[in-house]
């Protein structure tokens, strides 16, 4: 298993299996009773179990790390969240493509997670989002 992913309720269901053949361990909002439950909680339920959430939601997650980089600097506090993967959605990006993207980036060696945002771009690929 190379990675527990938390799939935001924006996320299609149909990546848990393409992610799982990855040898992923996945778990939703669906799953965990959480549908509907406002986006900081949601990021705060991963980080105190080491889940990367995976979500739709660009504009609110980008602006929940900044705070929580920019918080956690101020008050002097070493917690850091499990990291943030932003996908655009793409109505012709099947979720088997999703899956290889997500973890080919979980599988290298280079990219470090905790507290990182990254973007998921068509032309680019993964790109981190610096603040």
């Not at 909680?41 to 705070?67: C, K, M, P, S």
């Not at 980089?69 to 969240?81: A, T």
């Not at 996908?87 to 990182?116: E, G, M, R, T």
């Amino acid at each position: 298993m190379t990675g527990s992913l938390y799939l935001d309720e924006d996320v299609s269901l149909h990546l848990v299996p393409a992610l799982e053949r990855l040898g992923h361990e996945v778990t939703t909002t669906r799953g965990e009773r959480r549908l509907g439950a406002p986006d900081p909680h949601q990021l705060f339920y991963a980080a105190e179990r080491g889940w990367t959430i995976v979500t739709h939601n660009r504009r609110d997650f980008r602006l929940l790390h900044d705070a929580w980089l920019l918080w956690s600097r101020r008050w002097g506090v070493e917690r850091s969240h499990s990291g943030i993967l932003v996908l655009k959605p793409y109505a012709a990006h099947p979720a088997d493509s999703f899956a290889s993207a997500i973890s080919k980036l979980l599988n290298d060696s280079d990219v470090s997670l905790a507290s990182s945002l990254y973007e998921w771009q068509r032309s680019n690929g993964w790109v981190r989002f610096l603040g």
